[in-house]
């Protein structure tokens, strides 16, 4: 009998190839980052480094966020860093208190979630959706995400808001 075709890729299993198979905590902890993902409605995709003065300065705001909403199972935070070095990304991470995940320094999927979301500057915050389609970011033109237009940079305290924003009419639409 001819072998069943496989079944066709979900987009769950595309985001894991894109972030990679691990993701760690402030603690270096390792995660599996399909068990991180599944389930979650966006994924919101932080893009800062511990030396861009900008970034910490943002950071405590997305830290509160994150602590304001730690039993959300809905969305999922996850740095991706431009640090020059693993012990640099790991000190931001404990320094900042971050209560989210992040992308390994110096693991493929750094590179390939940079390509993907990054835009030119940090820092940056994207709102993905299930499906790994970006759905607001810190570039944006005519209210579209536009990571390769350095012109179109509104920083991520919008992304954010438009985020708090979503949240409550999920939660109103529940009911």
Not at 132 to 139: E, L, P, Q, T
Request: hydrophobic content about 35%; charged content about 30%.
């Amino acid at each position: 009998a001819p072998a069943a075709a496989a079944p066709a890729e979900d987009d769950l299993s595309t985001m894991v190839r894109m972030f990679g198979d691990t993701l760690v905590d402030s603690e270096g902890k390792k995660f599996e980052t399909g068990k991180v993902l599944e389930g979650r409605k966006h994924v919101l995709v932080y893009f800062t480094a511990s030396w861009c003065g900008p970034c910490r300065r943002f950071t405590p705001d997305l830290v509160k966020f994150a602590d304001q909403n730690k039993d959300a199972r809905d969305f999922v935070i996850i740095m991706v860093g431009s640090d020059r070095s693993a012990k640099a990304q790991d000190d931001y991470m404990k320094k900042s208190k971050m209560p989210f995940y992040a992308v390994p320094f110096g693991a493929e999927g750094v590179k390939r979630v940079k390509q993907a979301f990054a835009g030119r500057g940090i820092p940056n915050l994207v709102i993905l959706d299930a499906d790994g389609k970006a759905v607001k970011g810190s570039y944006e033109k005519d209210g579209r995400y536009s990571p390769e237009d350095r012109n179109s940079y509104i920083g991520p305290q919008p992304v954010l808001a438009s985020f708090k924003e979503m949240q409550k009419k999920a939660k109103s639409t529940k009911g």
